[in-house]
């Protein structure tokens, strides 16, 4: 009798790896792929939540709970989804309430926009193993990496083995660039005491939160971090072979994913930071600017590896995109953000040039976002970690000078990051 369970073991998960792709471009077999393959027994004889969304798939576009779910070996008890939902077809930031996945009949708990970005002790009755399976972008104020260490510190709390499938940095693993997070400055888009680009898988990036004692009075997850195969630091992420799904309904492309550490900087202010068009993020602009002054005065900085075009652009809503994006149906004027070369372009420093002269030519209409009734906070001070961004281009300074500010935090960081390398 113990010959054929194992054998239909063996055979199911067989089963399971049997329609996976077999495209020679792909050179990374994920974390999802590795813990189908060689570590369902982690999960044997135990009843489960999975925190995970539209990109929790595999190469061949099957989705993690749709793999998982109706094997007899565990129980999915609940799935848990971050900001987007678990499907990921929820404009940026709107609130998301409690449901069930029509798929699968599962509960979903929601992470985002109902008073509760980390699990109940409720939530988590009955569940022995929670599995986190999200795709990052590489970048701090991305709320994924926020929503995986509010739940690894509700699994530390409750005693729950916690599992990461790991998955690539889009824009590498070697770049460290922006502020070190200033702690008074804390929030979901921002947590703990890293740079805006962090340099990290999302699994090294809970071993360092995890090692560091840096969850909620100091506890730490039982973590078990699941590693690719193939993956090298210095690939991009269309040099893995995998194919792009949007992590977030404006994280359009590539492209998108580079300038994003530092064009999110435009969030913090009253220009548009391109919701509402087809290129978010690569497209800026706002009524009282003059495109051609814009990008003529950007280029002669001669930042390396992006041009700046002038052009006319008008947000409108995008269905399961943007809702009331800035100046919704009014005409912008601003620059396409061009990358000529992705290995040279520095996407904080670039931000910072384009805060700068926005505050240098049009100082009479530019503005920050004003702090909302919530906290006294400006939104630029939180997603940069440090009100130096905002202070200092107020005061005229150059980005190079602001950027010396955070050189001895990032020297400390990244001591702390080589810790924790997985590949």
Same mark, same amino acid.
């Given at each position: 009798?113990?010959?054929f369970?194992?054998?239909?073991?063996?055979? !199911?998960n067989?089963?399971?790896?049997?329609q996976v792709t077999?495209?020679?471009?792909i050179?990374?077999?994920?974390?999802?792929?590795?813990?189908?393959?060689?570590?369902?027994?982690?999960?044997?004889?135990?009843?489960?939540?999975?925190? @995970? &969304?539209h990109? #929790?798939?595999?190469?061949?576009?099957?989705h993690?709970?749709?793999?998982?779910?109706?094997? /007899?070996?565990f129980?999915?008890?609940?799935?848990?989804?971050?900001?987007? =939902?678990?499907?990921?077809?929820?404009?940026?930031?709107?609130?998301?309430?409690? @449901?069930?996945?029509?798929?699968?009949?599962?509960? *979903?708990?929601?992470?985002?926009?109902? =008073?509760?970005?980390?699990?109940?002790k409720?939530?988590?009755?009955?569940?022995?193993?929670?599995?986190?399976?999200? +795709?990052?972008?590489g970048?701090? !104020?991305?709320?994924?990496?926020?929503t995986?260490?509010?739940?690894?510190e509700?699994?530390?709390?409750? /005693?729950?083995?916690?599992?990461?499938?790991?998955?690539?940095?889009?824009? @590498?693993?070697?770049?460290i660039?922006?502020? *070190?997070?200033?702690?008074s400055?804390?929030?979901?888009?921002?947590?703990?005491?890293?740079?805006?680009?962090? =340099?990290?898988?999302? =699994?090294e990036?809970?071993?360092?939160?995890?090692?560091?004692?840096?969850?909620n009075?100091?506890?730490?997850?039982?973590?078990?971090?699941?590693?690719?195969?193939?993956?090298?630091? &210095?690939?991009?992420? %269309?040099?893995?072979?995998?194919?792009?799904?949007?992590?977030?309904?404006?994280?359009m &492309?590539?492209?998108t994913?580079?300038?994003?550490?530092?064009l999110?900087?435009?969030?913090?202010?009253?220009?548009?930071?391109?919701?509402?068009?087809?290129?978010?993020?690569?497209?800026?602009?706002?009524?009282?600017?003059?495109?051609? +002054?814009?990008?003529?005065?950007? &280029? $002669?900085y001669?930042?390396?590896?992006?041009?700046?075009?002038?052009?006319?652009?008008?947000p409108? %809503?995008?269905?399961?995109?943007?809702?009331?994006?800035?100046?919704?149906s009014?005409?912008?004027?601003?620059?396409?953000?061009?990358?000529?070369?992705?290995?040279k372009?520095?996407?904080?420093?670039? #931000?910072?040039?384009?805060?700068?002269?926005?505050k240098k030519?049009?100082?009479k209409?530019?503005?920050?976002? $004003?702090?909302?009734r919530?906290?006294?906070k400006?939104?630029?001070?939180?997603?940069?970690?440090?009100?130096? *961004?905002r202070?200092?281009?107020?005061?005229?300074?150059?980005?190079?000078?602001?950027?010396?500010?955070?050189?001895?935090?990032?020297?400390?960081?990244?001591?702390?990051?080589?810790?924790y390398?997985?590949?």
């Amino acid at each position: 009798m113990r010959f054929f369970i194992l054998l239909f073991t063996f055979l !199911f998960n067989l089963s399971l790896f049997s329609q996976v792709t077999n495209n020679k471009n792909i050179k990374v077999k994920l974390g999802i792929e590795e813990f189908i393959e060689n570590h369902l027994d982690l999960i044997k004889g135990k009843n489960i939540g999975i925190i @995970t &969304n539209h990109t #929790g798939k595999l190469p061949d576009g099957r989705h993690i709970v749709d793999i998982l779910n109706g094997n /007899k070996d565990f129980i999915i008890k609940a799935l848990f989804g971050p900001e987007h =939902g678990i499907r990921g077809d929820a404009p940026d930031g709107k609130s998301l309430s409690h @449901t069930t996945d029509e798929k699968t009949g599962i509960p *979903v708990y929601s992470l985002y926009g109902t =008073g509760n970005n980390k699990p109940t002790k409720e939530m988590l009755k009955d569940i022995d193993v929670l599995i986190y399976d999200i +795709q990052d972008i590489g970048a701090r !104020f991305y709320t994924f990496q926020s929503t995986l260490f509010l739940c690894m510190e509700a699994a530390a709390e409750e /005693k729950i083995k916690f599992i990461v499938l790991d998955r690539p940095n889009p824009i @590498t693993g070697i770049r460290i660039e922006g502020a *070190v997070l200033d702690d008074s400055l804390k929030s979901f888009v921002g947590l703990h005491k890293i740079p805006v680009v962090h =340099g990290l898988t999302i =699994g090294e990036l809970a071993k360092l939160v995890n090692e560091e004692g840096w969850l909620n009075n100091g506890v730490k997850a039982d973590l078990i971090v699941i590693k690719m195969k193939g993956w090298k630091r &210095n690939m991009w992420y %269309d040099d893995t072979g995998l194919p792009w799904v949007k992590p977030s309904p404006n994280m359009m &492309n590539m492209n998108t994913a580079i300038v994003y550490p530092g064009l999110c900087f435009i969030e913090g202010t009253n220009v548009s930071e391109g919701r509402g068009t087809s290129n978010p993020f690569e497209i800026i602009g706002a009524p009282f600017i003059d495109k051609d +002054q814009f990008a003529k005065t950007l &280029n $002669s900085y001669k930042l390396k590896g992006v041009e700046f075009e002038p052009i006319k652009f008008t947000p409108t %809503d995008i269905l399961r995109v943007t809702v009331d994006p800035k100046y919704d149906s009014i005409e912008c004027n601003g620059i396409f953000i061009h990358i000529k070369d992705r290995n040279k372009f520095e996407p904080i420093k670039t #931000g910072l040039y384009i805060l700068y002269t926005l505050k240098k030519l049009y100082s009479k209409d530019f503005k920050w976002r $004003s702090p909302s009734r919530s906290t006294s906070k400006y939104f630029i001070d939180l997603l940069a970690g440090t009100k130096d *961004v905002r202070l200092l281009i107020d005061e005229g300074k150059k980005p190079e000078e602001i950027m010396k500010r955070w050189e001895k935090d990032l020297q400390k960081y990244n001591k702390i990051r080589k810790k924790y390398l997985l590949y």
